[in-house]
């Protein structure tokens, strides 16, 4: 059951909706304003991810043991077509894993890219880390590596996802040599076919303070095959630097990828910014950069979507993203639920 936050978010910043506040709004908004640790605070679809992570985190684990099996949970669920097992696949019907891991008290960190048929990339991206010299491991090598460590290969692609793949085939082109089974989009290309850059990712706050964090997803659907995406970039999917904060995103990749925000987010919190003031920054950032074509509507505004989630040291969190409303997972010890993100746009059609 999702439980919706009290507070409002505007363009710019949060304030509240009500004029007599309860006590719990009042502690709430203290924490919100001050930061409290240890903290968790995911992507919308990682609410069983901060979940699982605050529990462990509260039976004493490392931040970096926590994230990774709060995201394992979304990774192994079919039902979620963005990350892991069940992802939507690439334009030849294979689904390919990108995943990464920091960990804050050591600076430390792993990554794979483009990986198949392994459930759980945030776990290879790990032993990446912890087992190997490199870094960033990609494609048969990535896979060569997980087998070596003892993983099961596994076909992700299910049912759903493969239903899915098909139409967007059978629908993007009129004149190709795959039919629909009727034709019903009037000429509109991807009606009805689920198209996502959907990602998770996780950070969170240990109770020595440690801050560690991981991102992992089945990318950008029907890419091409090797696409690799921001999501196991060290800088762009995922920052963390133990004396400040973290910051991880979700969103159109390649625009991510051209400016490296979730470091620079995290540079801006250094200089004093907060969280959710350095996600709104780094957000502008990349839209002043979106110059081609194929990136701006004739409105003149991005045509796509990009956003960032960030906590600091001191507990303190947010989240901001061109279009909204949004929301994000946050577990502060006391209440696991959803905030509402800040953004620049109302979604449009
Ligand atoms: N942010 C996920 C991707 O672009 O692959």
Known sequence: MIRRSFLKTSAFGIGSTFVFKSHSAILENEIIQNGSTPLVISSYNGIRATEKA???INKGADALDAVIAGVNIVEEDPEDMTVGFGGLPNEDGVVELDSCCMHGPTHNAGAVGALQNIKTPSKVARLVMERSDHVLLVGKGALRFAKAHGFKETNLLTERAREQWLKWKET???DDNWFPPEIDNKGKAYKGVNYTYGTITCLGIDLKGNISGVTTTSGLSYKIA????DSPIIGAGLYVDNEVGACG???RGEENLKNLTSFLIVELMRNGMSPKDACMEGIKR??????TKELIKENGRPAFNIRYYALNKQ???GSASIYGPAEFSVNDGNENKFHPSDYLYEWED
């Open 315 to 317: 507990g303190q969190f």
């Open 249 to 251: 995103s979700t969103g």
């Open 226 to 229: 090797g696409r690799i995406g």
């Open 286 to 291: 990349v839209i002043s950069h979106a110059k």
């Open 54 to 56: 605050m529990e462990m």
């Open 172 to 174: 993007r082109d009129p």
